[in-house]
């Protein structure tokens, strides 16, 4: 349920509708708007009527909280969830924009690559060192040796890195180096890996599986929301239809109807929405003219010798040119792309 403080309320009275949630078993999640202060009290509430808050002093209202998916709704935060993460701010006016190798294959590659990124215009770098394959005989990643090179890489940047987490097992090796969690396509609705993470404080960029759907997306996002990390970047990145000629089908539509439904940040990925290197700046621009707040693409010096996703990773140079036309798509939205981090220098 939904509980609206009146303006003028104490810290003693939001203390007391709190402690009431908690007699009733309901965990309360408290939101500090600018002029009121908003409790949602979630869980099973089986008393007939709202009379056990809504007689205590300094509630104005109480309301059943519609929407399954509590936390991520914009009845609890109407107002867009803006967060900093190392440089930049996400949610906000500014653009954000993520890019990286599929796979970090060596160390100069990803140095490489990070450098050539950040001088494009990128805000975070992103590069896999686990990676869920179809095949098991496809590469898996470095492991922890690809986490020491992204490390290295941010060091040398400025850039905080965005890696996929495959597996609770992997979460505490992962704290020490990361400072965005991705949980890709195929972990979405991997319940016990999105509790771990909701017990953590990272920003966690949430894809959306390959035949889910919104709601179904919503619904996980709240594993992480519901355990207390409120920074989490949900992510379009393409569905599976009956379509071949794209390795998915992006669903541009999304976009629009999470920001209506959710106070959370949307990013799209043109890279795994097309599977094709032609396509992405195309659909990078449809993402930022419909509303999205930033960009996780692919990008790797030489594609064409790249051990994953080489056919829609962009070169440097391309994805340069990409970085332009959505400056230019962010204007007219009367957005911007969110500055790079110029407390490091370029050299290296």
Not at 13 to 22: G, L, R
Not at 75 to 81: G, K, L, W, Y
Not at 84 to 89: A, S, V
Request: proline content about 5%; glycine content about 8%; aromatic content about 4%.
């Amino acid at each position: 349920m939904l509980i609206i403080m009146k303006p003028n309320s104490t810290p003693q009275q939001i203390e007391t509708v709190v402690n009431t949630a908690k007699v009733h078993g309901l965990t309360p999640h408290i939101t500090h708007g600018v002029e009121t202060t908003i409790i949602a009290a979630v869980g099973e509430f089986h008393t007939p009527t709202m009379d056990p808050f809504e007689a205590l002093e300094g509630v104005e209202s109480v309301k059943r909280i519609s929407q399954p998916f509590k936390l991520g709704s914009r009845q609890v935060h109407p107002e867009n969830s803006i967060f900093p993460i190392d440089g930049f701010t996400v949610g906000g006016d500014d653009i954000v924009i993520m890019a990286g190798p599929c796979s970090v294959e060596s160390r100069s590659q990803i140095l490489e690559t990070a450098h050539a990124v950040r001088e494009a215009g990128a805000n975070a770098l992103r590069g896999g060192v686990f990676k869920p394959r179809t095949s098991p005989y496809a590469f898996q990643g470095l492991g922890e040796e690809g986490l020491e090179y992204l490390a290295e890489a941010r060091e040398q940047t400025g850039m905080p890195i965005v890696v996929e987490i495959m597996s609770q097992t992997q979460l505490d090796l992962m704290l020490k180096y990361v400072d965005v969690f991705q949980v890709g396509a195929r972990n979405m609705q991997n319940f016990n890996l999105l509790r771990a993470i909701g017990e953590t404080r990272k920003s966690v960029l949430l894809k959306r599986g390959l035949s889910a759907t919104i709601e179904e997306l919503l619904m996980s996002a709240e594993y992480i929301l519901a355990g207390g990390n409120k920074q989490v970047l949900l992510c379009e990145r393409g569905i599976r239809t009956f379509e071949t000629a794209t390795r998915n089908t992006t669903d541009i539509n999304a976009i629009p109807v999470l920001k209506k439904l959710t106070h959370l940040p949307v990013i799209l990925d043109p890279s795994h929405a097309t599977g094709h290197a032609d396509y992405v700046a195309a659909i990078a621009r449809a993402a930022i003219a419909a509303g999205a707040d930033g960009l996780i693409v692919e990008v790797h010096p030489d594609p064409a010798k790249a051990v994953s996703d080489g056919k829609q990773s962009l070169k440097p140079e391309k994805f340069a040119e990409m970085v332009k036309q959505v400056k230019a798509i962010a204007e007219i939205m009367g957005r911007c792309v969110a500055p790079i981090n110029k407390s490091v220098t370029a050299g290296w």
